[in-house]
């Protein structure tokens, strides 16, 4: 009777759940807790180690060195800052930064204008455009998707930002859809585009005023603005062409 007594408490207890052993979480000095904290608030945005030394009201030599410690516990990371590349910018490692930080598709890693894949799409978007005739951006869009020369998805808002870029560059007119004749196809109201250039033109360089500068590539600019996240103030390569 006992083994057999024994051998039922063996098989309960084998069918018993065993707690998760959990990897306990790095340790952190109340310093760390407090920069961890405000960092990890910022979410996607991240913050500047600046405004962290301003928030925390901690010296300078407390917050560098447990920034330094956060970083080696692998709980925060720095991030380039397209904006302001010379500041140190920090954010939780749970998230990814926002395109408002790195650009988006139109920077690299390491902050740089990717020049040579903007114009790409340039040229793709005309050439939709001329396809198309009078176009939308959500027609262009769709157009680029279902040609698959890209490698990674571009989605419309971007794709967007590239169509007024070429406005910008006087290659494509922007206009509003009155619904007749050639804008059929479009409902009234709606934001549409046409190509302004002949096809022969198309295979002309481009030499127009905003070529020369960093706004004539840059997808971004019509969301610049003075005061803005994004601003001539604060652009480093409107900067340096002016230096030129």
């Known amino acids: 009777m006992k083994g057999f007594l024994a051998k039922i408490l063996l098989n309960t207890m084998s069918k018993r759940k065993r707690p998760d052993l959990k990897v306990p979480a790095p340790y952190m000095t109340e310093q760390e807790k407090i920069l961890y904290n405000l960092i990890q608030s910022k979410q996607d945005l991240g913050i500047w180690s600046w405004d962290i030394k301003r928030e925390t009201s901690l010296p300078d030599n407390v917050v560098d060195k447990s ?3 956060l970083r080696s516990k692998l709980l925060i990371k720095e991030v380039v800052n397209v904006q302001f590349k010379g500041r140190k910018h920090y954010l939780a490692s749970e998230f990814e930064p926002s395109s408002e930080i790195t650009g988006g598709k139109w920077y690299n890693d390491q902050g740089f204008l ?3 894949f903007i114009n790409f799409l340039k040229d793709q978007c005309l ?8 176009a939308t951006v959500d027609t262009v869009a769709n157009a680029v998707r279902r040609s698959r020369v890209l490698k990674i998805d571009c989605s419309s808002q971007e794709i967007g930002d590239i169509v007024r870029a070429l406005v910008l560059d006087n290659d494509v007119i922007e206009m509003r859809s009155n619904g007749l004749g050639e804008f059929a196809s479009v409902p009234t109201g709606r934001m549409c585009y046409k190509c302004r250039r002949s096809p022969d033109a198309m295979k002309e360089p481009r030499v127009g005023v905003m070529a020369w500068i960093p ?13 803005g996240t994004i601003s001539p103030m604060t652009c480093e390569y409107y900067s340096k062409w002016l230096d030129f």
Not at 127 to 134: A, G
Not at 216 to 223: F, K
Request: charged content about 30%; some cysteine; overall charge positive.
């Open 127 to 134: 050439k939709h455009i001329r396809n198309l005739k009078i």
């Open 114 to 116: 990717e020049t040579e």
């Open 67 to 69: 920034l330094k410690s």
């Open 215 to 227: 706004c004539g590539v840059c997808p971004r600019i019509a969301r610049c603005m003075p005061g």
